[in-house]
């Protein structure tokens, strides 16, 4: 089966700076790779996807970035702001969803 | 679009009692609904496909008669916990997929705290 690498697993940066967590994943027939934020006690909610055909995807100071050689993904949330603390999981997907271990960001005002 | 709820969002319940988690789709239709379940600082753990009108597909390890899942319409489908124990104690979340090319739904989840 597909198995999903997330890192880091924690992520303070100051308020105004950038972000990144990168995802791995195994299995080259995965072909849809969500974004999702997760705020405490809440469900996750899908910020941003990609599918494989793309490279790159952005969405105002969210962008997703795929390589589909290297297998590997990654979020990019610019101009941070203290409401954007949250844990984010990536997934890969192709027949079934499989998450990464998660990502808890704190953006310090 | 997309919206997806589930209730109660939170229950507590004594030890040995069972506990039914109701998950809708609001505003589409999900022959497909997922139920995971997440313990503290962790990710989520797929527990259960549920595809409406037949039975539920379980992940290995997850006991089908303990979590029990009915997927009787196009927009619901609840998980019943039976007998439930103190381990059982989690935040159970569903999803739905809309059909559209893989993509999920989660609803808020589902706290549940077992005495």
């Known amino acids: 089966g597909e198995n999903v690498e997330q890192h880091p697993s924690t992520l303070s940066v100051q308020e105004g700076d950038s972000a990144v967590i990168k995802c791995t994943y195994s299995?080259?027939?995965?072909?849809?790779f969500p974004w999702y934020k997760q705020e405490l006690g809440k469900g996750p909610q899908l910020i941003i996807d990609?599918?494989?055909?793309?490279g790159e995807k952005k969405d105002q100071r969210i962008a997703v970035t795929l390589n589909k050689t290297a297998k590997h993904f990654s979020l990019h949330i610019t101009e941070t702001q203290p409401e954007d603390s949250a844990v984010y999981f990536c997934a890969a997907t192709g027949n079934q969803f499989y998450f990464g271990t998660g990502t808890s960001l704190t953006v310090i005002p | 679009g997309a919206v997806v709820s589930q209730h109660p969002s939170w229950v507590i319940c004594k030890s040995g009692t069972s506990v039914k988690i109701e998950c809708r789709s609001l505003?589409?239709?999900?022959?497909?609904m997922f139920w995971y379940r997440q313990f503290p600082k962790q990710s989520l753990m797929l527990m259960a496909t549920s595809n409406e009108g037949s039975k539920a597909t379980y992940e290995q390890g997850v006991e089908k008669d303990k979590f029990l899942i009915n997927h009787a319409s196009l927009t619901l489908s609840t998980l019943t916990v039976t007998s439930a124990h103190p381990e059982d104690s989690s935040f159970y979340i569903c999803s739905a997929d809309s059909g559209a090319l893989s993509e999920q739904f989660f609803g808020p989840g589902t706290r549940l705290t077992v005495l």
């Open positions: 299995d080259s027939a995965s072909n849809y």
């Open positions: 505003d589409f239709q999900a022959t497909t």
């Open positions: 990609i599918r494989s055909n793309v």
